[in-house]
């Protein structure tokens, strides 16, 4: 059921971006293009200062994709037994390759250096020439279970992830997965943006899912409404479905968890940016559901989160945040923390993160995390 | 295979005799122009408000509906919206307004454009547009070539209004040339005027209209004001006695009223944009009211 319900999904996805590839071809009818009709207006004048004439060897960096990397360093002071942190650390580099394939697709590649090694964070192609109001992607990439793990460490609002990340997601780089993605447009009446998103993955998934069978595939559901509900406040809701195999099962017995999850965000910032005042809500809920052999396990995690805006470079934040741990649900996190943050451009953030957790074993800690990102090159903008 | 036949008759006859071209635009000012010459046959929606920062817009999702839908897309180009605008494309499942297809439009083209680099740049200049300075619409010269080019577009892809856009596109530039005529004569006795602008966004009003820019406000290109920069130019306009501080409607005004203060130079809020102020309310009111504010803010200066 599981692989046909996936080679469902592929075949859907292939048809869809051949039927877009054949609309792009020639067609055999006589309906023939417009014969081509000499404008009546004039010729826009050319550049005052015409680029040299580029010898071969550079005009073939034109197709050359952009490159940036993003630094991120990260200071502990402190003591914590449980998340025990190097003092000092470059925790990732991230290098983004990223281009226009070809007229139906571009492709965006994020690499994660971190001092233990590589890792291809993301790796996809973005099918954006589809019919029918689609959006397809293959490859690896964060999951859109939530908002939070679909988002990179640099543009988290913390230097760290929250619990229920940590705890349900399979750890602090959350749900990553390999395979395809389909998302749908879903215009609702008022200007409402709404967009569906079915995703199937490979079973495997550090800290979350491991699949004994090549066919048990792990999946997930996002539907996401965006709403302005004025020129400066806009609310983005979304509920996520996830499943896929966990590491009790075996190849006769395959133990599934479930994950469901709910997101808000409510964002006030004026266009006019005089007061460079701007404040953003955040909220998110993760459960879930562990079949295993013995006794099932039900977790719930949960944090509430605020961004507050005090100058064109300055914000200050604060997070409350609990979780039960998706192995043992009857252990329970909690944590706060507060932050405060300076851009001394676009392009280097500076963060300090006083934060407190109190662990199910009984140990507090309390810790002050500093965060320093650079970035060099064209690092392309991220979806809202 | 009649009933189908029929079936295709009745949607094909149900239809509008001409449907809209639906136009989004980056930048007010473009829409503005696009209303001008489409007329009734486009209706048009500007991304960034005339009054909105427009290096800084959210790319937010509500953005992707009206994307989605649109026959044609105006940017200023020039990277001007790098920060927002090519994941809204990507995601709006729309290929006709794509880089490079038929129903994208880069306004840049064919424009004068001034600052292109001449040496390598690199982000210690600050927020440096490496294919030169992005706000050329700011020159009335500048909006003509758009205008060109929007009706050219337009007449494009939608030919059985190539009349219409042709007329309109012949009294925009009547208009043009009329009001160019007015403006130069009221700024004529302020050639040469040296000025300080907040952000280097007047390249191509200053030339156009022949005023001097001393300095910036601002050390570099979007890095805000430092205490040793803003001693310079306090020195600078008392230096050269520079009238005028132009800032715009989405800058903080507490430093240049700061250096006014201790200078004797008038803030003078200019608008870059169509809508930036609600008098503002198409293309050539943009230049009625920045040049009117100018004047009047020159009345008893030197």
């Known amino acids: 059921m599981k692989v046909r319900s996936s080679l469902v999904l592929g075949a859907v996805w292939l048809l869809a971006a051949a039927v877009t590839i054949a609309q792009e071809q020639p067609s055999p009818t006589p309906q023939t293009a417009p014969p081509p009709v000499p404008t009546p207006f004039p010729e826009p004048a050319p550049p005052l200062a015409p680029a040299p004439p580029t010898s071969p060897s550079q005009t073939s960096n034109y197709f050359n994709p952009s490159v940036s990397v993003i630094g991120n360093f990260l200071g502990v002071a402190g003591h914590n037994p449980i998340e025990n942190l190097k003092a000092a650390s470059l925790r990732e580099s991230e290098v983004a390759l990223q281009a226009i394939v070809d007229p139906y697709a571009r492709a965006d590649f994020f690499l994660a250096f971190s001092e233990e090694g590589v890792e291809v964070e993301e790796g996809f192609a973005t099918f954006t020439s589809l019919p029918w109001k689609l959006l397809a992607k293959g490859g690896r990439m964060r999951v859109s279970f939530g908002k939070i793990n679909t988002l990179h460490l640099h543009v988290l609002p913390w230097p760290d992830s929250p619990l229920p990340i940590v705890n349900l997601l399979g750890g602090e780089e959350g749900w990553k997965g390999t395979g395809l993605s389909v998302a749908r447009l879903i215009p609702l009446p008022g200007d409402t943006f709404s967009e569906l998103t079915l995703q199937a993955f490979d079973g495997n998934s550090e800290g979350l899912f491991e699949a004994p069978n090549r066919g048990d595939l792990s999946y997930n559901a996002h539907y996401r409404i965006f709403k302005d509900l004025s020129e400066s406040v806009n609310l983005d809701f979304g509920g996520s479905l996830g499943y896929g195999p966990n590491d009790t099962s075996t190849k006769q017995d395959v133990q599934w968890t479930d994950l469901e999850g709910a997101d808000l965000t409510l964002r006030w910032k004026p266009l006019q940016t005089g007061t460079y005042r701007s404040a953003i809500l955040r909220a998110e809920f993760i459960r879930s559901h562990r079949r295993e052999p013995v006794e099932s396990q039900t977790a719930y995690g949960w944090f509430v989160s605020g961004e507050y805006q005090l100058a064109k470079r300055w914000w200050v934040g604060a997070r409350v945040e609990a979780s039960d741990r998706a192995v043992n649900a009857v252990l329970r996190d909690t944590g706060q923390a507060v932050t405060l943050t300076f851009w001394p451009s676009e392009f280097s953030q500076l963060r300090t993160e006083l934060r407190r957790r109190r662990y199910a074993e009984g140990v507090a800690a309390t810790e002050a995390l500093f965060q320093l990102q650079f970035a060099i090159g064209a690092h392309g903008a991220h979806p809202f | ?302």
Not at chain 2, 63 to 82: H, Q, R, T, Y
Not at chain 2, 170 to 190: D, G, I, Q, V
Not at chain 2, 237 to 259: G, H, M, N, S, W
Not at chain 2, 267 to 291: M, N, R
């Open chain 2, 1 to 302: 295979m009649k009933k189908l036949f029929l079936v295709f008759l009745l949607f094909a006859l149900a239809r509008p005799a001409h449907a809209k071209v639906h136009v989004v635009t980056s930048l007010q000012d473009f829409a503005s122009i696009a209303e001008t010459i489409g007329g009734d046959r486009v209706d048009t929606f500007a991304l960034a408000k005339g009054y909105q920062d427009p290096h800084f817009v959210d790319a937010k999702p509500s953005f992707i509906l009206k994307l989605s839908n649109a026959d044609l897309l105006i940017v200023a180009g020039l990277e001007l919206e790098i920060g927002y605008l090519p994941p809204l494309i990507d995601q709006s499942r729309n290929d006709k307004i794509h880089p490079g297809s038929v129903g994208y439009l880069d306004a840049s083209i064919g424009c004068d454009i001034l600052q292109r680099p001449t040496t390598q740049v690199t982000r210690a200049m600050g927020d440096v547009h490496p294919y030169g300075n992005p706000h050329y619409w700011t020159d009335p010269a500048n909006g003509r070539v758009i205008a060109r080019a929007i009706a050219a577009k337009l007449s494009q892809l939608d030919s059985p209004g190539k009349e219409t856009y042709e007329r309109n596109l012949a009294s925009f530039e009547a208009r043009l040339t009329e009001k160019e005529n007015e403006w130069t004569a009221k700024m004529a006795p302020y050639s040469g005027t040296k000025i300080v602008t907040f952000h280097d966004s007047w390249p191509n009003f200053a030339k156009h209209f022949k005023l001097a820019i001393a300095g910036h406000v601002e050390p570099k290109p979007g890095i805000p004001p430092t205490p040793s920069h803003t001693l310079e130019i306090i020195n600078l306009i008392k230096a050269e006695k520079i009238p005028l501080i132009i800032v715009e409607p989405y800058f903080d005004r507490k430093t240049p009223q700061a250096i006014a203060a201790q200078t004797g130079a008038t803030v003078l809020p200019f608008y870059p944009s169509v809508g930036g102020t609600p008098q503002i309310k198409d293309y050539f009111a943009l230049f009625d009211y920045d040049i009117d504010a100018f004047v009047n803010a020159m009345k008893g200066k030197k």
